[in-house]
């Protein structure tokens, strides 16, 4: 028997502690940045018209982190676009809410479900990006 058979080759693992998360947030951000954001009485607004196109650039690349071996790359693929996802989540319902007491029409200008699954993915890679750096 040889050195080189009875040695065992390592494999590097591709999938992290973080990957199944961030998969998931990154596929509700990237998603829920191309449906409605916002409900009216006179229809709904895309995401797209506003920050939903940053939103959809932080979810892919958060699935692209998810598939990164590297564990600090990885974490800044969770925490950048988690926490940049949440901002303009945060800043598009302030926005609802000055709107509508600016105008006193509260309950015509709703949150839509595209803001709602971008807000959820956001929380999901901000826990992704705690649990990779705890995992050292």
């Known amino acids: 028997m040889t050195a080189t058979a009875s040695t065992t080759v390592a494999r590097r ?4 502690v973080g990957s199944a998360p961030m998969l998931f947030g990154g596929l509700l951000v990237a998603i829920g940045s191309l449906l409605p954001w916002v ?8 995401g797209t018209v506003g920050a939903g ?7 892919t690349i958060a699935l692209a982190g998810a598939l990164l071996p590297y564990r600090r790359v990885a974490l800044a ?5 988690g926490v940049v996802a949440g901002f303009f989540v945060f800043w598009q ?3 609802l809410i000055e709107l509508s007491a600016a ?6 200008l ?3 479900i595209g803001l709602v699954m971008v807000g959820g993915g956001a929380v999901l890679l901000v826990r992704a990006a705690i649990r990779i750096w705890k995992s050292a």
């Open 13 to 16: 693992r591709i999938m992290h």
């Open 39 to 46: 409900q009216t009485p006179a229809g709904s607004l895309s």
């Open 53 to 59: 196109l940053w939103t959809l650039c932080m979810g």
């Open 77 to 81: 693929h969770a925490l950048v676009p």
């Open 93 to 95: 319902l302030a926005r």
């Open 103 to 108: 105008t006193d029409t509260w309950g015509k």
């Open 110 to 112: 709703l949150p839509g």
